[in-house]
């Protein structure tokens, strides 16, 4: 039988089992952030070079040169034309529906002038390059090509460099026919610290972005986290997340498999059911043992069941909301029988999916919204990934004569109080100006 640790709110230690069963350091050890501070010091210094020996000592295969890093246009092409007519078929349905979802997020330029004639307003502008990050090897995942690059090129970003790693020199064809539908500008097969590193500096092959974004690994993770300052990032994402909050009426099957959905990304990966019908729990538990030999990533999925995995009772529907909201989970299935009731008392979640019938996997690859969200309990201050993350605002002042009046002699009193004694003379020559 598959160990899952069950929880009740109803317990006196629950606020204490709870809040260890979501504790998550998300980045690393010191260990690994020695390792990636003294890759960034080599791609910095180093350039190309550092490049093309990290790739033959990390992913054992060693470029020509420099320039053969990069992927041609011609590669992408050429894994469009390999890859099955389901798969191309189902690539560019899936980025049609991104697009369609990200053109509703677009920020535009908006102003307004007061009675005085002072205009106030915001322009907004796309970012002129950004990276993209993609795993490679094991992990090779063409959906995140499409989440993170269709809402940049949406919001008008110049130019959008790829970088993913080819462990042996192996690429995969599905990543690189996706890159093509999403709209890749380049492409270069490099991955790790080092291509965070090249992307955040900049070597003589590879463009330094403005930001970067993208899943990886540990390294990965702590790269970004490394280089924020010098460029944006998107997040340091933790271990994939889910919970699922039932009324007990949907089949069990249906809820073991969604837990597992998220169970089989890794050991850390964290699947979570909340239900206030005690038997119910019995019976997805019963449904987790028996499902669970037939899986393909068994092992994977047993370890992050038994890990941080959970089957919670509450007391009630509303004390499962309460739980959710204490969670603020990256991904919320409401399996009940009318979300809508309830969807607004939500407070912190990265994406929810309504009703029996909303699996979470629809979320992953098609459904529209975006797929890059908030983990270990960051959707309490951040929001999942979208055009907004690719556009820029720049406020707009221009006082007219009689608004700089008004203003100045507000700015010179806050300036003086402050022993600004510029600021506030820098305004005072405002308040009696020339004539416009």
Known sequence: MNEIK???????????????????ESVSDAGVQRTVAEIIREVRAGGDAALLDCTARLDRW??????????????LEQAWRLIPAAQREA??????????????????????REPNGTLLGQQVRPLDRVGL?????????????????VPAKVAGVGELIMVVPTPDGESNELVLAAARVAGVDRAFAVGGAQAVAALAYGTSTIPRVDKIVGPGNIYVATAKRAVFGQVGIDMVAGPSEILVVCDGETDPDWIAMDLFSQAEHDEDAQ??????????????????????PTMEREGIIAAALRGRGALIQARDLDDAIEVANE?????????????????????????????????????DYCAGPNHVLPTSRT???????????????SSLIMASRTGAAELSRTASVLARGEGLT?????????MEGPDE
């Open 271 to 292: 699947s979570i059911l909340v239900s206030w019908h005690g038997d119910f729990l019995d019976r997805v538990a019963a449904s987790i043992d028996r499902l669970l």
């Open 6 to 24: 069950r929880l009740a709110t109803s317990d006196d230690d629950f606020p204490t089992r709870l809040a260890a069963l979501l504790a998550w």
């Open 91 to 112: 690539l560019e349905q899936a980025a049609e529906r991104i697009r369609a979802y990200a053109e509703h997020q677009r920020l535009v330029d908006w102003a307004y």
């Open 327 to 363: 969670i603020a989970p990256e991904h919320l299935e409401l399996s009940v029988a009318d979300p809508e009731s309830i969807v607004g008392r939500i407070r912190h979640a990265g994406a929810i999916f309504m009703g029996r019938y909303t699996a979470e996997a629809l979320g």
């Open 379 to 393: 959707a309490r201050f951040s929001s999942p990934l979208g055009v907004y993350d690719f556009q820029k605002r």
């Open 133 to 149: 990050y993609v795993p490679g090897g094991k992990a090779a995942y063409p959906s995140s090509v499409l989440m993170n690059a």
């Open 62 to 75: 060693t470029p020509s040169s420099a320039a053969s890093l990069e992927i041609p246009r011609e590669r």
């Open 422 to 430: 510029a600021h506030a003379r820098s305004a005072e020559y405002r």
